[in-house]
């Protein structure tokens, strides 16, 4: 399983866009990479998911340089609501055997 | 579609007693996974269930016991509570390469 580095606690202003990098040094071929919200007392709520180049969506975009080794969670204009903690995840759900282990996480803070 | 349901969403009990936790994935998922949240620890894996096998089992002692019915449905027991078994317990359903959270049922030992 890779291992994940991520910022434990971040601050922003609302209105500015986020970045919050994930280290994955040892990513596997198959892995792909899915980060994840929680707020407190809730499960988490997938947020994105990609393997490679950029992803986008609705609420983010997920920016994965061409070795891997790392993934950028990008946030555009952050709100009060977006205070939460995020989980960089890496691995492959298809694999038997494979189970996700979730890191400490990066608490954002997002201030007024 | 109906995202993963969890019951009860509270529950109190005191040491020494044991509970059954419910999960409903969402239909179609055949894949369930359960968690363990605590301030301490954070997110902790407890066991994978697919197609009514355990596929996965995490770091937890023999306390923590699980199953999957044949609608897919998973239930978690813990038996002989401890104060530390406190926590949010989580389910997670998944299809493919998503994996989606139920809301959790909070436990708390007194």
């Known amino acids: 399983l890779a291992k994940t580095t991520q910022p434990i606690s971040m601050d922003s202003y609302e209105g500015q866009e986020v970045n919050i990098t994930c280290s994955h040094n040892?990513?596997?071929?198959?892995?792909?990479i899915t980060w994840y919200q929680q707020f407190p007392s809730q499960g988490p709520r997938f947020i994105i998911q990609?393997?490679?180049t950029k992803v986008t969506n609705e609420v983010a975009s997920l920016f994965i340089p061409a070795d891997r080794k790392s993934s950028t969670l990008s946030l555009p204009r952050v709100s009060l609501s977006d205070t939460a903690v995020y989980y960089c995840l890496v691995g492959d759900l298809r694999n038997y055997g494979q189970n996700f282990v979730f890191g400490p996480g990066t608490r954002l803070s997002v201030l007024p | 579609k109906a995202g993963v349901t969890q019951t009860p969403r509270y529950l109190i009990k005191t040491r020494g007693q044991q509970v059954t936790l419910s999960c409903s994935p969402i239909?179609?998922?055949?894949?369930v996974s359960w968690y363990q949240q605590t301030p301490g620890q954070g997110l902790q894996f407890l066991f994978e269930?697919?197609?009514?096998?355990?596929?996965n089992k995490g770091n937890f002692p023999g306390r923590f016991s699980g199953r999957q019915f044949s609608n897919s449905r998973s239930e978690m027991n813990v038996s002989t509570l401890e104060l530390g078994d406190s926590a949010l317990y989580l389910c997670?359903?998944?299809?493919?390469?998503?994996?989606?959270f139920g809301p959790g049922t909070r436990l708390t030992v007194l």
């Open positions: 990609g393997y490679k």
């Open positions: 040892n990513i596997a071929t198959n892995d792909y």
């Open positions: 997670a359903s998944s299809l493919e390469r998503e994996q989606f």
């Open positions: 269930y697919f197609s009514e096998t355990q596929r």
């Open positions: 239909s179609g998922h055949r894949s």
